[in-house]
């Protein structure tokens, strides 16, 4: 009966241990994936926001007017900075 019982103990700490073993796999795997597929899309945004950036202030200057004398893009700017300040320091990070 106590082999029984040592028999039937050992069986449940190996299958406790296997699901164990199989839930840290498979959490490691889906964080990570997610940590990817997050970062991918800060960059795509910041990506994106940058380009569009770009290509409104290379349209001003296209049509010869100065970014000096455009009212509000030093702090429009800044303003875009300032809200994406949390992704940029994690894309640096990254």
């Known amino acids: 009966m106590k082999l029984k019982m040592n028999l039937q103990k050992r069986s449940i700490a190996m ?9 840290v796999i498979n959490t490691s ?5 997610s940590y990817d597929k997050y970062k991918q899309a800060i960059l795509s945004k910041s990506t994106f926001i940058g380009e569009t950036m770009q290509r409104d202030l290379q349209k001003v ?5 100065s970014i ?14 300032d809200s994406q300040q949390h992704r940029a320091s994690f894309s640096f990070s990254v």
């Open 68 to 81: 000096e004398s455009l009212e509000g893009v030093n702090e429009k700017l800044q303003e875009l900075i």
């Open 29 to 33: 795997v889906l964080t990570f994936h």
């Open 61 to 65: 200057l296209l049509l010869g007017i």
């Open 15 to 23: 299958i406790a241990g296997i699901l164990f073993f199989i839930i």
